[in-house]
């Protein structure tokens, strides 16, 4: 599989970066099989290093995640003739990677005899690297030290994501005022400057939106 | 030893995600999305991201540093230029942190 670097990568450096932010071996390595949740996992990161509230954190894993919603949306119609089971199980492995790479197969080859079985071969691969990769991560990361700085990595791979979502104007306003809001407010308790800066951004992205198509 | 704020988090983040990848299957195929959840939809994950990382990388513990010589900003905005022209993960991720750790070489020794 051409994506397993870039999974392999992001697995690891999601592994120690939550060895970094405080959490044990047994701890991290739960989190990473249980929630399989990339960027969701990365995000909670520093909320849960503060002890944010619970409701915070899960708030904060279905906004980040409202990407894979998006997915879901387009599978949807690929998916429409399997069992309910089979579908929320498949649907459950959508990750940015998978999807990506289901969406070009389509547009080179719209007649793909076998799309769902591609796209099941390829998410279960993504998830076995993701796994491996993690735990790989997680116990190097006991011994690295603290002042190599490795949880920044965690943070590099959501840039990463950030970038190619920021292609349109609206986007982008929204992402820079949620960011310059999450900033200003970071004294709030609770860390109630995250949900108030998407909250703006959004807003802003909505009201950018609309003046352009007046426009 | 799990502590029990880590299995909260645990079961937070793992509800926030099967809602989010495996809710839309469980909506008939007829249901049409409304447009407000529709805008939300495109622009909150990038919003969310935003958040997520802008305090990550101009803070240095509790002090704002916005110059270029934080070492973690400029890392930053290196890896948003190496994955907007290279759509690498890898290359973003080594570039950023090779960034950082020249700064703080430079910087500190």
């Known amino acids: 599989m051409p994506a397993a670097p870039g999974v392999f990568a992001w697995g690891l450096v999601t592994g120690v970066a939550m060895v970094k932010s405080g959490l044990n071996v047994p701890e991290a390595i739960a989190l990473s099989l249980i929630a399989y949740a990339g960027s969701a996992q990365l995000a909670a990161l520093p909320l849960m290093a503060t002890f944010a509230p ?7 894993a279905v906004i980040v995640n409202l990407r894979s919603a998006v997915y879901n949306m387009v599978m949807r119609s690929h998916l429409a003739g399997l069992s309910m089971s089979k579908r929320i199980g498949l649907g459950f492995l959508v990750g940015d990677i998978m999807f990506a790479r289901f969406s070009a197969l389509l547009e080179r080859d719209p007649h793909y005899p076998q799309p769902v079985a591609y796209y099941f071969g390829g998410a279960c691969c993504n998830w076995v690297w993701w796994q491996v990769s993690s735990i790989i991560g997680i116990v190097a990361a006991t011994g690295i030290p603290l002042s190599w700085g490795l949880e920044l990595a965690g943070t590099l791979t959501l840039v990463a994501l950030l970038v190619p979502l920021c292609r349109q104007w609206p986007v982008l306003a929204g992402a820079i005022v949620a960011a310059v809001t999450s900033v200003m407010a970071h004294d709030l308790p609770l860390r109630l400057g995250l949900p108030l800066g998407i909250v703006l951004g959004v807003i802003t992205a909505f009201l950018v939106e609309r003046r352009r198509g007046a426009a | 030893m799990i502590e029990p ?13 099967v809602v989010t990848r495996s809710g839309p299957h469980l909506l008939g195929s007829k249901l049409r999305i409304p447009s407000s959840f529709d805008a939300a939809l495109r622009f909150a994950p ?26 973690r900003l400029l890392a930053g905005a290196v890896a948003a230029v190496i994955f907007a022209t290279s759509r690498s993960m890898i290359a973003t991720i080594a570039g950023g942190m090779i960034v950082f750790w020249l700064m703080k070489a430079w910087f500190v020794g």
């Open chain 2, 46 to 71: 990038a919003c969310a991201l935003a958040a997520i990382i802008a305090p990550d990388l101009v803070f240095s513990g509790d002090t704002l540093n916005l110059t270029l010589e934080n070492p």
């Open chain 1, 54 to 60: 619970i409701w915070l954190i899960f708030a904060t």
């Open chain 2, 5 to 17: 704020y880590i299995w909260w988090v645990i079961l937070a983040i793992t509800a926030g995600t």
